[in-house]
């Protein structure tokens, strides 16, 4: 299990890494200025798509975006 320190760390690289450094600080400040149900978000993002089904696509998806 990761520290919460690192865990931080790791999630803002991802959300650096995929929005670029002021997109991930917007997302971060939407996230924090609006009280949300976490669990309702992520259902809505998601929308029916399994655990399995969605780790699968994950797998997918890195095989065909490493970096070379």
Not at 28 to 52: C, H, K, M
Request: net charge negative.
């Amino acid at each position: 299990m990761l520290t919460d320190t690192v865990l931080k760390r790791k999630g803002f690289d991802v959300l650096t890494e995929a929005l670029g450094l002021v997109n991930a600080e917007r997302f971060i400040s939407l996230v924090l200025r609006e009280p949300f149900d976490y669990t309702e978000w992520q259902r809505n993002l998601f929308g029916d798509v399994s655990a399995d089904d969605f780790f699968r696509d994950l797998e997918t998806f890195k095989k065909n975006n490493r970096k070379t």
